[in-house]
C-alpha cells in the first residue's frame, strides 16, 4: 500500500466543504477531501498566503523544484507554504523571491497554509508557475528533509466556529467600511472589493479578517503576525488597525497624486493657451514667424551702420537670405543666425570722438601717474598729430619694464587721456592661434578671436587695447599666436584684419595697441620691429617717495576706511620703508607694506576707536619684520680684488661685486665661478687674458699670473648671470689683485671691453643709475658712448652721481687707481 493510503488511513476524517454539521453526526467524505499530515513545503520569502486565496506563485526551475514538482504530482497535489523568516536579499524576481533556501527549522515561520496545486507551467523554461488554492492554516511540527526539498510534519488549525458577538459584528461591519473607503481612494480596490463581498459576511469574522489582511501593502511579518492568530476576536481587531493603516497611506498617495495632477494640468493649460493666443495674434497679424523676428533685428541694426565695403555687405545679405529658407530646427540655421548676430552687432563705421585738447590729456596723466614722462610725451605727440591731421590714428606701443612700474595702469590712463574706450586682455600663456584670428565656423562653438571681441566690448572701432605679457605668450602645436600677432601690429596690415570666424576683412589701423613686457629677449624679432618701444626705468627713491605721499597712501587708507587724522605715515618713515623693505625698481612692495602698516593701524582703532596712530621708525619691525635690505657691510673699505659693478635685470637695476683671489702655484691658472653665462665666461677671460698681457710690460707685476693660479667669484651664486657688460668690471678686479691696490671708495662701473683695450657701450644706463642710487653709490664709471644717455636723464635721476666717461681701459686706471 502506497504512503498515501497509509495517511489516509491513520488520520481522523475533517472536511473543507463549509457544510454545517448536524450535532451527534458525522460527515463522509471522499478521499480527495483528505488533507496529509506529511507536506513538502514551499518556502515564501516576500508575504504569506491566506486560506480561501487562489494565488499564482514562481519557483526557479532548478533540480530542488524539479524534485517537489515531481513528488506532488505523484502523490497528493498538496504543498506547504511557509513565510522564511527576514534573511539578506538575493535575487528579485517579479512574482517570488529566489534566495539561499533555508537550512533548519529555526528559519521558518511555525504557522503557514496548505494549498492544492490547480495547475503547472512552464517546466521547460527558467521559471515554474504554480496556480494554487490556499485551504487551512497549519502549524510546522517537524522537519522530516531538507534535501532535495523540505518536507515538513504539520498539525493543521481549522478556525473553530465562534459564536458571533454583537463586538464581532461590529468589528466585522468595521472592516467593510475601510475598505468601501478605500476604493474610493483608490479604485484598483474596486474589482477585490467585488470578489470579497461575494465570499464573505459578517457572520464569517475569520475569513473576512485573512480576505482583508492580504488586500493591504503591509510588510510580510505584519502579515505572518495576522496568520498566527488562531483566535478570531484578536484577529479582527489586529486586522482593523491594519486598514486604518492602509487607509492613511491611501490618503497620503491621493494628496500626492492630486499635487502632481494639478501641476501638469497647470503646465498644460498654459502651453496651449499659448499656442492659441499665438495663433490668433498671426490671424490678426499682430505678430511675425519667427525667421521674420531675427531678420528684422539685424535689419534695424544695420540701419546704424556704415559698412565701409561692398563685399561685407554682399556676405549679410547672402546669409540673411540663406536664414530665410533654414527650417529652425536645422543645425545651420543656428550656426548663420550667430554669424549674423556678429556680423551686424560690430560697430563697422562707428568711432569716438577724440579729445585733442593737449593741455586737458597732460592734466589726466599727470593726475593718474607720477614720472613716466616718456610715455606721457609719446601719448600727446600722437595727440599733436591727431591736431594736425584732423584725427587720431592707430600706434602700436611696446612698453618694457621691471614690474611694479605701472605699464599696466597707464593704459587706463591713456584711454582716459584720449576719450577712448579701454580694453585688456593678457598674452601670458596663450598657446592657440585661434585666440588671436578666430576659430573656422566648421567646428562646434566657433568664436571669433580676442581683438574682434574687444571691438564687440567696446562698441567702438577705435579702442585702445592693451596686450598685457607680451613677453610671455606661448606656442604649442595649436599654431604659433606669435607669428599670429604679426598682422595684428602691423600698421600696413592691420587695416585688412582677416578673422577666421568672419571670413570679412575688419579695419583696425584706427586702434591704438599699447603692449607691456619686462624684457625683450622672448619676443620674437619679428614681432618687435611692428613695435616702438619705450623703456620704463624703476623709480628711485625721491620717486617712489612722491607715488606714496600722492597715490598709494590715500588709495589704501579709503580701502581700510581710515582718514588722514586717524593713520599717518611721515615721510622719514616712509623713507625707511622704502630703503629697508622696498628697493625693487617698481612701487608693489611699497604698496604691500602700506597696507600691511594699515591692516596693523586698523585692529588698533576698532580696538580703541579714539586712537591717532603716527607710525614710528621704531614701530617698523614689528609692523614690517626684520629690515629686508641692509648695508653691504663686507665691502664697506675698500679692499684688493674686490670691485662693484652695475647690472641690469628684469626687475630692475641692480649692483653686484666681483671677488677674485690668487692662489700660488707653480704654473698659471684661470677659475670663474657664480653661474655666469657664456657670454660673461668670455668677458671674463678678455679681462684675464688683458690684463696679464698689461701687466707684462710691467716688470714689477709681470710674474704675478705666472706663479698664481686665479679664481674670479661672482656672488650670489644661486643666481644665473649672463652679458657682456661687466667686462671692465672683472678686468678692474684682476688688474686691483695683481697690483694689490683697492680702487676709489663708493665706485661702480659697468662697460664691455675688448682685447684691445676699448671700452664698448652698454644698454639700460637708467635703470643701472638707479640701482646705484638705491645703493647709496655716488660715483660711477661709464663708457663714453653713452654721456648723451646718461644726460638725457632727468635731472632728479642725476642728482648727486659724480660720473666718469671713459673710452680705453689706461683711462679706467687713471681714475680707479690715482
Not at 151 to 161: G, H
Not at 258 to 267: A, D, F, G, M, V
Not at 539 to 560: G, R
Request: aromatic share 6%; net charge neutral.
Amino acid at each position: 500500500m502506497s504512503e498515501k493510503s497509509n495517511d489516509i488511513e491513520e488520520i481522523e476524517m475533517e472536511t473543507i466543504d463549509g457544510e454545517k454539521e448536524a450535532e451527534g453526526e458525522k460527515t463522509m467524505v471522499v478521499a480527495d477531501s483528505v488533507l496529509p499530515p506529511n507536506l513538502p513545503v514551499v518556502p515564501l520569502f516576500d508575504r504569506p498566503l491566506f486560506p480561501k486565496m487562489m494565488a499564482p506563485i514562481v519557483l526557479g526551475n532548478n533540480k530542488e523544484s524539479k524534485a517537489l514538482i515531481k513528488a506532488v504530482e505523484e502523490n497528493s497535489q498538496y504543498v506547504g507554504l511557509v513565510l522564511v523568516k527576514e534573511q539578506e536579499e538575493g535575487e528579485i524576481h517579479p512574482a517570488m523571491i529566489q534566495r539561499k533556501p533555508p537550512e533548519s527549522m529555526e528559519e521558518f515561520h511555525r504557522i503557514g497554509v496548505i494549498a492544492k496545486i490547480l495547475q503547472i507551467s512552464g517546466k521547460e523554461g527558467k521559471f515554474v508557475h504554480m496556480m494554487v488554492q490556499v485551504l487551512e492554516r497549519f502549524e510546522i511540527k517537524e522537519l522530516l528533509s531538507l534535501k532535495p526539498f523540505v518536507r515538513a510534519k504539520v498539525e493543521y488549525k481549522k478556525d473553530e466556529k465562534a459564536e458571533v458577538t454583537d463586538e464581532l459584528k461590529a468589528y466585522a461591519v468595521s472592516i467593510i467600511n475601510v475598505i468601501k473607503e478605500l476604493v474610493n481612494l483608490n479604485p484598483l480596490f474596486k474589482e477585490q472589493l467585488g470578489m470579497l463581498m461575494g465570499q464573505v459576511d459578517v457572520n464569517q469574522p475569520g475569513m473576512l479578517a485573512d480576505l482583508s489582511a492580504s488586500l493591504t501593502t503591509s510588510s510580510g511579518q505584519e502579515l505572518q503576525q495576522i496568520l498566527a492568530l488562531l483566535e478570531i476576536p484578536a484577529r479582527v481587531e489586529k486586522v482593523l488597525v491594519l486598514m486604518k493603516k492602509e487607509i492613511e497611506v491611501s490618503k497620503l498617495q491621493a494628496k500626492i497624486n492630486k499635487q502632481i495632477e494639478e501641476r501638469l494640468s497647470t503646465q498644460q493649460r498654459e502651453f496651449f493657451l499659448k499656442q492659441q493666443l499665438q495663433e490668433i495674434k498671426k490671424e490678426l497679424g499682430l505678430t511675425k514667424a519667427e525667421h521674420e523676428t531675427e531678420l528684422e533685428k539685424f535689419q534695424e541694426r544695420l540701419k546704424k551702420l556704415k559698412l565701409p565695403t561692398e563685399e561685407i555687405k554682399i556676405r549679410i545679405d547672402e546669409e540673411m537670405e540663406k536664414l530665410k529658407v533654414l527650417d529652425r530646427s536645422s543645425p545651420e540655421f543656428n550656426v548663420t543666425r550667430a554669424y549674423l548676430d556678429w556680423l551686424t552687432i560690430l560697430p563697422w563705421g562707428v568711432y569716438t570722438k577724440d579729445n585733442k585738447d593737449i593741455k586737458k590729456a597732460a592734466r589726466i596723466l599727470d593726475k593718474d601717474h607720477y614720472g613716466l614722462q616718456d610715455v606721457k610725451n609719446r601719448i600727446l605727440e600722437t595727440i599733436s598729430v591727431g591736431v594736425l591731421r584732423g584725427e587720431l590714428t592707430g600706434s602700436i606701443i611696446l612698453l618694457v619694464g621691471p614690474p611694479g612700474v605701472g605699464k599696466t595702469s597707464i593704459g587706463q590712463s591713456i584711454a582716459r587721456a584720449l576719450n577712448r574706450k579701454f580694453y585688456r586682455f593678457s598674452l601670458g600663456g596663450m598657446r592657440d592661434e585661434a585666440e588671436i584670428k578666430g576659430h573656422r565656423r566648421t567646428y562646434i562653438g566657433a568664436l571669433p578671436g580676442k581683438f574682434i571681441n574687444a571691438i564687440k566690448s567696446c562698441n567702438t572701432s577705435n579702442p585702445v587695447i592693451m596686450l598685457d605679457e607680451i613677453d610671455k605668450i606661448g606656442a604649442s602645436f595649436q599654431g604659433d599666436p606669435a607669428s599670429a600677432l604679426l598682422e595684428v601690429l602691423d600698421s600696413e596690415q592691420n587695416k585688412d584684419f582677416l578673422d577666421h570666424y568672419l571670413d570679412v576683412r575688419f579695419d583696425l589701423s584706427k586702434v591704438l595697441f599699447i603692449c607691456t613686457a619686462n624684457q625683450l629677449d622672448t619676443i620674437p624679432s619679428p614681432l618687435l620691429d611692428r613695435m616702438e618701444t619705450i623703456r620704463l626705468s624703476g623709480y628711485v627713491l625721491e620717486e617712489k617717495m612722491e607715488i606714496a605721499k600722492k597715490f598709494l597712501i590715500p588709495k589704501q587708507l579709503k580701502l581700510h576706511g581710515l582718514t588722514k587724522e586717524q593713520a599717518k605715515i611721515p615721510s622719514p618713515v616712509l623713507k625707511e620703508i622704502i630703503d629697508g623693505y622696498a628697493r625693487e625698481a617698481g612701487v608693489r612692495n611699497l604698496e604691500n607694506n602700506i597696507k600691511k602698516i594699515l591692516r596693523k593701524t586698523t585692529k588698533t582703532i576698532v580696538e580703541d576707536p579714539s586712537a591717532k596712530i603716527k607710525v614710528r621708525r621704531s614701530d617698523l619691525p614689528d609692523m614690517l619684520g626684520r629690515r629686508m635690505f641692509s648695508e653691504e657691510k663686507v665691502y664697506k673699505k675698500p679692499r684688493a680684488g674686490v670691485i662693484m659693478g652695475l647690472a641690469y635685470t628684469t626687475m630692475g637695476g641692480a649692483t653686484l661685486f666681483i671677488e677674485s683671489t690668487n692662489v700660488r702655484s707653480k704654473g698659471s691658472g684661470f677659475k670663474q665661478t657664480g653661474q655666469l653665462g657664456k657670454v660673461m665666461i668670455e668677458s671674463s677671460e678678455i679681462a684675464y687674458t688683458y690684463v696679464k698681457a698689461l701687466l707684462d710690460k710691467q716688470p714689477k707685476h709681470s710674474e704675478f699670473f705666472n706663479e698664481n693660479f686665479i679664481h674670479l667669484h661672482v656672488p650670489a651664486g644661486a643666481t644665473p648671470k649672463d652679458g657682456p657688460s661687466a667686462g671692465i668690471t672683472m678686468a678692474c678686479s684682476l688688474y686691483s689683485l695683481a697690483t694689490n691696490r683697492p680702487i676709489i671708495k663708493n665706485m661702480a662701473m659697468t662697460g664691455e671691453l675688448t682685447l684691445s683695450g676699448i671700452v664698448m657701450p652698454i644698454g639700460g644706463l637708467k635703470e643701472k643709475v638707479i640701482g646705484a642710487k638705491r645703493a647709496k653709490v655716488t660715483t660711477l664709471l661709464f663708457p663714453a658712448d653713452n654721456q648723451k644717455d646718461f644726460e638725457d636723464l632727468d635731472d632728479h635721476i642725476r642728482a648727486g652721481i659724480t660720473a666718469h666717461f671713459v673710452s680705453s681701459f689706461k683711462q679706467i686706471l687713471k681714475i680707479c687707481f690715482p
